[in-house]
């Protein structure tokens, strides 16, 4: 995870990490990663939107998690 932060820089690590933690992969330099390249891909706003939407799912739900969030991101398009 080290090397995602100095990779993307501290700002958007921690960022990413925050949403990681919606949906349980906080510890997962892959998602992290990926958070990064698709608030890269289809902007920040559209990022908190997507996270916001799954937040609201409670914790046992099967859609809180990362593939529900990037089946948002793709629906909406870039």
Do not use: H
């Not at 939107?49 to 799954?54: G, K, Q, R, S």
Request: no cysteine; net charge positive; charged share 30%.
């Amino acid at each position: 995870m080290v090397r995602v932060a100095e990779q993307y820089g501290e700002k958007g690590y921690k960022t990413a990490r925050k949403y990681a933690e919606i949906v349980f992969e906080e510890y997962n330099a892959q998602v992290i990663e990926d958070i990064i390249l698709k608030t890269q891909q289809y902007g920040p706003k559209k990022i908190k939107e997507a996270f916001a939407i799954v937040a609201k799912k409670n914790i046992d739900n099967p859609k809180r998690k990362y593939s529900y969030v990037v089946g948002i991101l793709e629906n909406w398009g870039e």
